[in-house]
């Protein structure tokens, strides 16, 4: 059984820093690459960046820059430091793991999320 499970949330001022981890119990981020998204109120989830098999990464315009995607194969566990951040940032995040979904657009497997919050 799969489980994917996120952590490091919480509240930070704004320009302060967060990093977020999300674990994964039946896959290998060695296998497949990784995902996060993030939903704020009232919005749709949004990605914001990913992590490919290979290594390569790819962020929302929006974070570029200021968020970095990185994983640790002994720990199986892919993390998101996030920088400078802004109160725009405030939302739950989620990690994204697994092989293609259905729709080809998302992975298989979401976290429960973690929330967090900026504060101006």
Avoid: H
């Avoid at 509240?11 to 995902?35: E, K, N």
């Amino acid at each position: 059984q799969v489980q994917v499970v996120e952590s490091g949330g919480g509240l930070v001022q704004r320009g302060g820093s967060l990093r977020l981890s999300c674990a994964a119990s039946g896959i290998s981020f060695g296998r497949y690459g990784a995902a996060w998204y993030r939903q704020a109120p009232g919005y749709q989830r949004e990605w914001v960046a990913s992590l490919a098999v290979g290594g390569a990464t790819r962020y929302a315009d929006s974070v570029q820059g200021r968020f970095a995607i990185s994983r640790d194969m002994v720990k199986n566990t892919v993390s998101l430091q996030m920088n400078s951040l802004k109160p725009e940032d405030t939302a739950v995040y989620y990690c994204n793991a697994g092989p293609l979904g259905e729709s080809g657009d998302t992975r298989k497997y979401w976290g429960q999320g973690t929330q967090v919050t900026v504060s101006s």
